[in-house]
């Protein structure tokens, strides 16, 4: 059972950064692609950034593009969003997502509990 654990989030004011942490633990990294998920009040959840695990290809949605980025260290089992110049709509509740064996973030086989990001002045 691989366990995924966020940290990081917090509040920003408008055109600041954070950097989000996902942890695993209870299985090698190596093996999962890993996703970034946000869902924001009232609205789906929708990925924002994979990182596949063969070959390590990584993408992003429209709205973070240049903004967002997607990074992982599989020897320390730890995957990372590089978040700069955030806006109030990237205000979400931030998940760290695996999937085993697979060269896309869907579906999804393991969640993490969620962080919170807020963009406010």
């Known amino acids: 059972q691989l366990q995924l654990v966020e940290s990081g989030g917090g509040l920003v004011q408008p055109g600041g950064s954070l950097r989000l942490s996902c942890a695993a633990s209870?299985?090698?990294?190596?093996?999962?692609?890993i996703g970034w998920f946000r869902q924001a009040p009232g609205k789906e959840r929708e990925e924002v950034s994979c990182?596949?695990?063969?070959?390590?290809?990584?993408n992003y949605a429209d709205s973070v593009k240049g903004r967002f980025t997607i990074s992982r260290d599989n020897a320390k089992n730890t995957v990372w969003l590089q978040m700069n110049s955030l806006k109030p709509e990237d205000t979400a509740v931030y998940y760290c997502?695996?999937?085993?064996?697979?060269?896309?973030?869907?579906?999804?086989?393991?969640w993490g509990q969620g962080t919170q990001v807020t963009v406010s002045s």
């Open positions: 997502a695996a999937t085993f064996g697979s060269t896309s973030c869907d579906p999804i086989d393991y």
């Open positions: 209870g299985f090698p990294l190596e093996h999962f692609a």
């Open positions: 990182f596949t695990s063969s070959p390590g290809v990584t």
